[in-house]
């Protein structure tokens, strides 16, 4: 029995340590038999795992060495080693695997980085990130929004594999679902199952949006540009498939290269649109610095003709040639004082016009273009060019010309100036009785003719005095007239003999500048200057009675006056004042042989009394009556007012003398 024991311990998978000093020889032998036969197993066994390694066996594979270990009955020991080392090679296959998926992540991204680095466009660099991030995740869908600062939120710009229209329009404010979330903390999210997430801010239009597209498991990174958030990556699936912490890591390296992919093309895109602004500035600048060129000489080829003695019609000519259209110079009022066509219209250029001159700057219209004309503080004029389409260099030129017309204009008036003023000086020498020796050769030097007869015309002067006294010395020197401010009156000598009209033309045009009535005393000079001093002083007392009769804003002569008038001239013609009264009736009883005259003695005599007044005549009430209304109709209807009852009844007893005297 102690063989059978010593033998079956012998044939065991490992040495007895029971076994006696009577057989050491046996066993160790025996003990070494089994060393070998395990070694040789276990090199097998390695080799077996090594092969599956080598040739990329799948995982199912790695059981085949233990399967035929245990069929062949092979000891616990070794059974255990191959499951260690299947454990092992399982593990190491793993790792393989991981390094290998890792390996090509890596590629990926560096792939992605060589492409978006490639890209200039940033639309273009928005759509190839979120083209890769679903190729390398495998999503469904992948997509990008952008923060906007300044919103509060968030905006899709990009998608890639669908997106409905309101979740391309949707904007997520920030802490906001997923984005919004990203967004706020700057930390990337991932959600199973977006709308049973509670962490999740749900709002109406972030579930709408998502709902529409049919969204379930999300995952969002942040895009940092120097710890800023400056958009947020996703890619997100239409059922329950979670993302893993490596797909976060995958998507959140993206993401980095992503942020410094846009944030170059952003800067690319700046810097393109500054270099395009700096190409327009400059070619703007040429083409300014063109128009200046063209606009300095024009203005030297003006100046140049208004030095050699070029008017205003010189001028508008240059300009035509320079522009190519037609030109037209007006005053203040706007009425043309040169132009380039005579089939100019006046109401076509006023409103224009006008808008220049309270702009004060040019003005352009579809097929013409005016620029005032100013000189200093002054206004002068305008002058518009007659043409379709004038450029900017075009109208620098017009500007140009009207600096020079404004030079030409104010030359004129401090010549016409000059002129207003020496005529000025020689109506006051007249008035006051100075040097009469030379007035004549001044006058003759002057374009005034000293034997002619003047309407000598005294005005009241309200208001803006300045402009009366220049329009009221700028209409008489047109009439080869004079004018100047005398005794605080402005006095106008205007050649006619026919006073009263000349003075009613002179007060239409003065009244409408002054724009208020004016006060007027008239008189008339048979010419010479002790005559027009004389004149004006009959003129002078025509005007002080007006005012002291309360009769502002009228015209009037010594015969308008009555018989103030009569008692105020120097030429006593009582015989004239009667005509002027009663004239018509005069005329009526001479040839009808009625008695009129008879009939309104007798009507002042009896106090204005109609009864009375038929008793005195032995006629009916009633033909007195009827005799009183023609003299209303030959007199007129205010004869028996009170101011001209008194002329009447003063002309009435002057005739009675006269016919005495004439006994």
């Known amino acids: 029995m102690s063989d059978v024991r010593g ?58 060495p233990v399967d035929r270990a245990v069929e062949s009955g092979s000891g616990t020991r070794t059974l255990d080693e191959l499951a260690e080392a299947h454990r092992l090679a399982l593990k190491v296959r793993h790792l393989l695997d991981t390094s290998r998926q890792r390996e090509a992540e890596l590629s990926a991204l560096f792939e992605t980085a060589g492409e978006l680095a490639s890209r200039t466009e940033l639309q273009s660099v928005l759509e190839a990130i979120v083209a890769r991030s679903r190729r390398l995740l495998g999503s469904d869908i992948s997509y990008l929004t952008l923060v906007d600062h300044e919103a509060g939120d968030s905006y899709t710009t990009v998608t890639d594999g669908g997106a409905s229209a309101l979740f391309n329009e949707v904007r997520v404010p920030m802490g906001e679902g997923v984005g919004g979330r990203v967004a706020q903390t700057g930390i990337p999210y991932n959600t199973p199952n977006y709308f049973e997430d509670d962490r999740i801010k749900h709002t109406a239009s972030t579930d709408a949006a998502v709902q529409e597209e049919g969204l379930v498991s999300l995952l969002g990174v942040p895009l940092m540009l120097e710890h800023r958030v400056i958009g947020v990556l996703f890619a997100a699936n239409r059922t329950q498939r979670p993302f893993s912490a490596a797909d976060t890591a995958l998507l959140a390296s993206l993401g980095a290269h992503a942020a410094i992919a846009i944030d170059k093309a952003r800067l690319r895109s700046e810097s393109q649109t500054r270099l395009d602004d700096l190409r327009v500035a400059g070619e703007l600048l040429r083409k300014q610095n063109a128009d200046i060129r063209r606009a300095a000489e024009a203005h030297d080829r003006l100046t140049a003709l208004v030095l050699q003695g070029g008017d205003l019609v010189d001028v508008a000519d240059e300009v035509k040639s320079l522009l190519d259209g037609e030109v037209v110079i007006a005053d203040t009022s706007g ?109 003759r030097l002057l374009g005034v003719d000293p034997d002619a007869a003047f309407a000598l015309l005294a005005i009241e002067v309200r208001g803006e005095r300045n402009r009366l006294a220049d329009s009221a010395a700028h209409l008489a020197a047109t009439q080869h ?47 010479g200057a ?66 009129l005259e008879e009939t309104l003695q007798s009507y002042f005599r009896n106090a204005g009394n109609v009864n009375q007044t038929g008793q005195s005549l032995h006629l009916h009430p009633k033909t007195v009556s009827q005799r009183l209304d023609r003299v209303t109709h030959l007199l007129g209807p205010d004869w028996n007012s009170p101011d001209s009852r008194l002329q009447v009844q003063i002309a009435l007893h002057l005739r009675a003398v006269l016919h005495r005297l004439d006994r």
């Open 335 to 443: 009425a043309p004082i040169a132009a380039t066509a005579n089939d100019v219209s006046v109401e076509r250029l006023a409103e224009l016009h006008a808008r220049a001159l309270d702009a004060m700057t040019t003005q352009v219209e579809m097929n013409a273009s005016a620029a005032p004309v100013v000189a200093g503080a002054d206004t002068l004029g305008s002058i518009t060019l007659l043409r379709d389409a004038a450029g900017q260099a075009d109208l620098r030129v017009l500007e140009r010309a009207a600096q020079v017309t404004g030079l030409l204009l104010l030359f004129r008036r401090s010549l016409a100036a000059s002129e207003l003023r020496v005529r000025g000086e020689l109506l006051e020498d007249v008035l006051l009785g100075r040097a009469e020796e030379g007035m004549i050769e001044r006058a």
């Open 530 to 595: 002790r005559r027009v001093r004389a004149a004006y002083a009959e003129a002078r007392t025509c005007l002080e009675t007006l005012l002291a009769l309360g009769r502002r804003g009228q015209i009037a002569d010594t015969e308008d006056l009555g018989f103030i008038g009569l008692l105020l001239s120097k030429n006593k013609d009582v015989d004239g004042y009667v005509r002027m009264v009663l004239g018509p009736l005069l005329d009526y009883d001479a040839e009808r042989g009625t008695s």
């Open 7 to 64: 033998d079956s311990r012998a044939v065991g998978p490992y040495p007895s340590r029971d076994s006696g000093p009577s057989t050491p020889n046996i066993r160790n032998g025996s003990r070494r038999t089994r060393q070998r036969r395990w070694l040789t197993m276990s090199t097998m066994t390695t080799m077996s795992f090594l092969r599956l390694l080598a040739a990329d066996s799948p995982a199912s594979a790695f059981d085949g």
């Open 481 to 527: 007239g004079l004018s100047t401010m005398h005794g605080g009156r402005l006095v106008v000598a205007i050649p006619s003999r026919a006073p009263r009209e000349a003075a009613e033309a002179v007060t239409a045009e003065l009244t409408r500048i002054a724009g208020q009535s004016l006060t007027i005393g008239v008189s008339g000079s048979a010419g």
